[in-house]
């Protein structure tokens, strides 16, 4: 089967909003055994969204459609979905039932539109919207040839992910007949290019239905490897060779080979080694701190987290020298590894990672150019002295890139040590 | 005039990798009075290829072609540009010595690829790529109707967007007789629905080629007012007059007519009251800090941030009374006011912010559910003594939005005392 993506929304056609939903969508269908042939985003306007339904669902057998669901007027999807389909709408009983029940529970007043909002095209089946108000639908539809199939969701990525997971993938990959495996492979700390290197040999013999994907992101690259075939067996063994032949030959490099972050990573070593997490951060601002603790339950090993701004702070709450200060200057590895030292104490933590650089865009000196950051590590060694590491790491970015970047070298530096003592153990 | 912009690369259909490209070039052509109809990614496939080509230039003046145009197998688009418009290539003299030349200067030897990226399309005018070496092409058609153009350009972000500035933007934006004027409305603390209320009246009585459209985020929502017409005064003041209206209408809400973020508005708005900020996070983990340190120049007024997750770090960085984490426990306002007031003392700030909730998924209950968090505003009147506010916000979402929506919650405040503040004045 394939399919066509439809994003529908002016605010994409002006360049104010990125279609990243698209992106997702293609990912999980690939994975559904579903081609995309093609993406198109187009106006909020219903002549032009019935002009697309026609062409995609002539050329493919699925059109998934996205946006234009919400209360707003320059919501026009569904309209669009009644003109090209001549069907009714019919008051969905279920869904308002539990709209309603949702409303109550939280203590508003259901509003006359919950109503409207329940409304389903007929003949769709409803694809249930667990974080949001709007349904989605997929709609058989056949115009004397084969059966083919127009899918409405909101355009809100959050209630989009969960339908797609929830309900679509589910629902045409049990059509589709293929079974595919897509395993992750997550790096930090190495480029594409240098990584394409690294796994060359292994992707020269990839076996037959069998392929590598490179997916770079701001922080770094991940590894997607891809199997597909019609024998579950084969297809997952498959992989599971490529994945392990690339998971040790980039043993530097790989954090985990699941869908996890570096964060959650560092997490699971934090308790295995029965350890607490203090950070002291100055040019990243608090991205490492809000980073560990994005995953949940780091409350359990993540004790407390300094933002130090100016030099002031530096001393007074990590005890950072003033005559560091002086002679090594803000940005050095020297008040590095006492930023470091100073939150490990002061937080009473056993390890603890610190960042002073120039994020940008000013600030910057020849000695000291924007995209330089010093990292400091402290750490109880076995007999409860202190350790510390120092390093500075050099990127070339815009201020935002800069801070996810010192983020990704302070964390990887926080793993790399955390892997050693949990090996070691 | 009108356009299509098509994104060519198997990689976009698989998910792999987002289009970014034509985001950019849509807000480049908004700006040059060329609206874009739609944006379509395609396969590396001739046929693909040429069957947009024939669609796009059937409904619209422009297609703007990205990607496949470099040396590797897999791009396509100057042999489907060449079978689409029946015409040969030329050798460009021009850009072959300056590509010959660029080798040289870089002590490389020009490889014979030279001359074959220096081959145009017969009657092309040439894109110089200043960051590359694939030459972009505007191609003018013409079928018998009115003439239409071609133009190709490499995926490159870096070479595409100089070419679209140095030569595609300046071509066209002289063509085009239309004048086209966007503004955006930031809003923050409101929904979708609730914000449609308050401005229906507005949006009822839009003058003709006005139009609202609302952008949904992780944190809020913003409007943008577009207008669009031939007389550049009319249009921008009919622009004006929607803008200046709904900020009017929507004032709580309402924090910036201009593409700013809460952060950097917050920014301004410390450095025109000459007062320094601190923060003290629980539940938002640093959130606050990284978002306030994203922007440029926030060294300025930023003083300090904690990240104070067990209750020890609270009693001992910040002075927050055992007996009150013991009465109220770790998450009431009580806890939020002597976060705040001690992170304020502390840092040495005229203004501090805090938050304790509960982000989840985990650490809920009956009385303090999970997306329920309580926010403590600290800082110095005029005549130098502390004042202290709280209040208490409740949410729906995973742990990342709730520490998303906190996060907004706790600026927000600061964004409206500061407002207070500086309107005083």
Tied chains: 1, 2.
Excluded at 95 to 100: D, K, M, N, S
Excluded at 363 to 373: F, L, R, S
């Amino acid at each position: 089967m394939n399919a066509e993506v439809i994003s529908i929304g002016d605010e994409l056609l002006t360049g104010q909003r990125i279609n990243t939903n698209a992106g997702f969508i293609c990912s999980e269908l690939v994975g559904a055994g579903v081609g995309v042939k093609r993406i198109i985003a187009c106006a909020d306007s219903e002549d032009a969204i019935i002009d697309q339904f026609t062409d995609s669902l002539q050329r493919s057998d699925i059109a998934i459609v996205t946006g234009g669901l919400g209360p707003t007027r320059d919501d026009r999807t569904k309209q669009s979905a009644l003109r090209f389909l001549k069907r009714s709408l019919v008051l969905d009983e279920e869904v308002y039932a539990r709209t309603v029940e949702r409303y109550r529970s939280s203590g508003r007043e259901p509003s006359a539109y919950l109503k409207h909002n329940a409304m389903i095209i007929d003949g769709a089946t409803v694809i249930p919207n667990e974080k949001g108000l709007a349904p989605g639908m997929i709609i058989p539809w056949n115009d004397g040839g084969q059966e083919r199939y127009l899918v409405l969701m909101p355009g809100v990525p959050q209630e989009m992910e969960a339908m797609m997971r929830s309900t679509v993938v589910p629902f045409f990959s049990g059509k589709s007949g293929v079974c595919i495996v897509h395993s992750p492979i997550k790096t930090t700390g190495i480029g594409e290019t240098a990584l394409a290197d690294i796994v060359r040999e292994i992707e020269d013999n990839l076996s037959d239905g069998t392929s590598l994907a490179y997916l770079p992101h701001a922080a770094g690259v991940d590894l997607r490897v891809s199997s597909i075939g019609s024998d579950k067996e084969v297809v997952e063994n498959d992989n599971r060779i490529t994945v392990d032949a690339i998971a040790s030959r980039a043993e530097a490099f790989v954090y985990a080979t699941s869908d996890i972050s570096l964060e959650e990573c560092i997490g699971r070593l934090l308790l295995s080694t029965e350890m607490k997490i203090a950070t002291a951060e100055s040019c990243t601002g608090g991205l490492i701190a809000t980073r560990l603790t994005d995953v949940p339950g780091s409350s359990r090993y993540f004790v407390q987290g300094f933002v130090v701004y100016d030099n002031d702070a530096k001393e007074e709450t990590l005890d950072v020298k003033a005559q560091t200060l002086v002679s090594h200057g803000a940005v050095s590895e020297k008040v590095a590894a006492e930023m470091a030292e100073g939150s490990l104490l002061t937080a009473g933590a056993d390890i603890a990672v610190s960042t002073t650089g120039i994020a940008g865009p000013g600030g910057g000196t020849e000695k000291k150019p924007v995209g330089m950051v010093c990292l400091g590590l402290a750490y109880r060694n076995r007999i409860g002295s202190i350790e510390i590491e120092t390093a500075t790491f050099y990127t070339q970015g815009d201020r935002l890139r800069n801070k996810i970047r010192f983020s990704e070298a302070a964390l990887r530096m926080v793993w790399k040590k955390l892997r050693d003592l949990s090996t070691r153990d």
